[in-house]
């Protein structure tokens, strides 16, 4: 049984502090050339004087080197511009930076049932992107090879809400012909991403409404379910049923409940952020995945997630 943390509960200052440097445009300024504090002052218009507290505290975590002229340290810089390095994580952190704000708004939320309003936009798209291709750099080569492990190429695959393309391209390194479903926004802001050679076709559209017919090898629910509540998840897990192959394969990766460690944290992201999403467990996942037609599903864990595969029967089953 998990116990408490004291350390836990210490004050985030490091996130507070660098994310108010994101927010005021001070290390892409930093990124181009070092400063001085006045002139860096002049860039930001900024109050000089808070500024050097900014800057100050920015040297002793390691993320500015502050002398007669102000600059990015080479930790700093592979950690916020330079994708090729194993420590880049580019300003993803910002995702969890803008939670804090309306996550203080818990007791009212646990009082009323209603998320708090949150701010949207291009800017919040974007760092919800980069968010979720960091979280997903360490699992997606795993996830995609137990997905596709059997199935006979060529694969035709459906990404549900898989703008990011964190797992699209993995799929589709590993040889998959990959058809990415997501939202308008997502699909413009994503679609000149998609690197040179790979077999992915984004396409527009409401899942929560249809899927493109396919029919599809294999569909993947990937951080979809957490994000609704059981009947719209019972409604997805029957329209995948509907565009898949007879013998066809669904894939659901997400934290569940009682068996992932994050679930917990999880739940109250959902309940912070969305009007009816959770955490399941794996019967609620058996339940949904039985009424839709699946035969029954295999869990296997991967880091802190579950990845639960279906099988729609094969045509003459049944």
Not at 46 to 71: K, Q, W
Not at 124 to 135: G, S, V, W, Y
Request: net charge negative; with cysteine.
């Amino acid at each position: 049984m998990q116990v408490p943390n004291p350390e836990a509960l210490s004050f985030p200052d490091e996130l507070l502090v660098v994310g108010g440097a994101v927010r005021l445009g001070l290390f892409d300024i930093l990124e181009q050339r070092g400063c001085t504090l006045a002139e860096l002052a002049d860039e930001l218009k900024a109050d000089r004087r808070a500024l050097d507290a900014l800057v100050f505290a920015l040297d002793g975590y390691g993320y500015l080197e502050y002398s007669e002229r102000i600059r990015l340290t080479e930790s700093a810089r592979e950690m916020f511009y330079s994708p090729e390095r194993d420590r880049y994580t580019g300003f993803s952190f910002m995702h969890v930076y803008n939670r804090i704000h309306y996550w203080l708004e818990l007791p009212d939320t646990v009082r009323s049932g209603t998320p708090p309003v949150r701010p949207k936009g291009p800017e919040c798209l974007k760092i919800f992107m980069d968010a979720m291709r960091h979280n997903a750099r360490s699992v997606a080569s795993t996830v995609a090879q137990s997905c596709l492990e059997g199935l006979e190429p060529p694969v035709h695959l459906l990404d549900v809400g898989g703008g990011p393309l964190n797992y699209a391209c993995v799929f589709a390194e590993q040889g998959a012909e990959v058809t990415v479903l997501d939202t308008l926004a997502v699909v413009e802001l994503m679609r000149p991403r998609i690197p040179d050679g790979l077999k992915i076709n984004m396409v527009p559209g409401d899942f929560n409404a249809e899927l493109p017919a396919g029919p599809f090898d294999l569909i993947y629910l990937g951080n979809i379910s957490h994000i609704y509540g059981p009947e719209d998840n019972l409604a997805l897990f029957r329209r995948c049923h509907q565009s898949l192959k007879p013998g066809g394969r669904l894939a659901v990766f997400d934290f569940v409940r009682g068996l992932s460690l994050r679930a917990p944290y999880m739940a109250i992201n959902m309940l912070m952020s969305t009007a009816g999403g959770g955490v399941w467990t794996a019967t609620q996942y058996s339940e949904w995945l039985d009424e839709a037609g699946f035969d029954g599903p295999q869990i296997h864990h991967i880091q802190e997630r579950q990845l639960i595969i279906a099988h729609k029967e094969p045509r003459g089953v049944g």
